[in-house]
């Protein structure tokens, strides 16, 4: 691998997304900083800083299928952010963050213009279908 500038995933090793997104990042030649956000958790202010950079509000980045989500469709925005921190899981993965910006990569291929390096030719999902389909994203 080269030395590339530092990407960092939010990453649910559960979810075929993340893990789409995470080998799309080490198939443009950079080994990222994986955090385990399950694991790990969330801080308020990591969070706040993470969805400004993103352009995201709290709604916007809800993983609102997740158990947890349940009572919060009427939720603000503190009321939101609080969930977050007590369930990690609230949060929609994976958020990617690199010198070239901060973003929610849902779909994986969201994930491309923050590479360094292109991806190979060929590059497929776990599911064997190209990342970026001809013609377009």
Same mark, same amino acid.
């Given at each position: 691998?080269?030395?590339?500038?530092m990407? /960092?995933? =939010? =990453?649910?090793p559960?979810?075929?997304?993340?893990?789409?997104?995470l080998?799309?990042i @080490?198939?443009?030649?950079?080994?990222p900083?994986?955090?385990?956000?399950?694991? $790990?958790?969330?801080? %308020?202010?990591q969070?706040?800083?993470l969805?400004?950079a993103a !352009?995201?509000t709290?709604r916007?980045?809800? %993983?609102?299928k997740a158990?947890?989500?349940?009572?919060? $469709?009427e939720?603000?925005?503190?009321? #939101?952010?609080a969930?977050? /921190?007590? =369930?990690?899981v #609230?949060?929609? @993965?994976?958020? /990617?963050?690199?010198p070239k910006? /901060? %973003? +929610?990569? @849902?779909p994986?291929?969201r994930?491309?213009?923050? +590479?360094? !390096?292109p991806l190979?030719e060929g590059?497929? @999902? $776990?599911d064997?279908?190209?990342?970026?389909?001809? !013609?377009g994203?």
């Amino acid at each position: 691998m080269r030395k590339a500038p530092m990407i /960092v995933i =939010h =990453h649910n090793p559960k979810c075929g997304t993340s893990r789409n997104t995470l080998a799309a990042i @080490r198939a443009s030649g950079t080994e990222p900083v994986v955090i385990d956000y399950l694991a $790990e958790g969330w801080t %308020r202010p990591q969070l706040l800083a993470l969805f400004a950079a993103a !352009g995201l509000t709290p709604r916007q980045a809800l %993983r609102a299928k997740a158990p947890e989500a349940a009572g919060l $469709e009427e939720a603000d925005d503190e009321a #939101l952010l609080a969930a977050m /921190v007590r =369930h990690p899981v #609230l949060v929609e @993965r994976p958020i /990617v963050a690199s010198p070239k910006g /901060v %973003r +929610l990569c @849902r779909p994986p291929e969201r994930v491309v213009d923050l +590479l360094e !390096g292109p991806l190979p030719e060929g590059f497929t @999902r $776990e599911d064997g279908k190209p990342l970026i389909e001809k !013609g377009g994203e």
